[in-house]
């Protein structure tokens, strides 16, 4: 028990355990930056913005996120759960319905911030596209009421 060796031997474990430990925490570290990584990448995608704690590797550039956009709206289920009279024309107010929901969501896209030129004038195009769909359907509503 008394060996000149025995207190190297004992640093060297311990030095070997510490070792051991340092690796195990980075490793775990590295898994939980993963998953915070992949949770602001989310949290972008449905507000648009990437969170500003989004953790960077050295020499890394922010990643371009897209915003994810969701149905949000409702139609109104008076609308879909009329009475068979008239097939067509709940069909075209339906159809109008839906329209006029699409139309809301692509004005509201294209009113988003930080937008490219290219992109701006894009989603400018399709709202004008969505919004003479809209005025089609309206006036085709009309003249099936007229008849």
């Known amino acids: 028990p008394d060996s000149p060796t025995s207190p190297v031997t004992d640093h060297l474990t311990h ?4 070792k051991l430990k340092h690796q195990s925490l980075e490793e775990r ?8 990584r992949n949770l ?12 500003s704690d989004y953790p960077l590797m050295p ?35 339906t159809d109008l319905a839906v329209q006029r929901q699409i139309c809301e969501a692509v ?16 989603r400018l195009q ?5 919004e003479k769909k809209v ?3 309206q006036e085709a509503v009309f003249q099936h009421r007229v008849k």
């Open 15 to 18: 030095t070997r355990a510490l």
């Open 29 to 36: 570290l590295e898994l939980c930056l993963l998953e915070l």
């Open 40 to 51: 602001c990448i989310k949290e972008a995608e449905l507000t648009g913005t990437l969170p």
């Open 59 to 93: 020499d890394e550039k922010l990643p371009r996120v897209r915003r994810r956009i969701g149905a949000s709206f409702k139609l109104d289920e008076g609308l879909i759960l009329q009475d068979q009279q008239d097939s067509e024309l709940q069909a075209l107010e």
């Open 107 to 122: 004005r509201k896209l294209s009113l988003e911030e930080n937008l490219t030129k290219p992109q701006k004038k894009s």
């Open 126 to 130: 399709q709202c004008k596209k969505e």
């Open 135 to 137: 005025k089609d359907l």
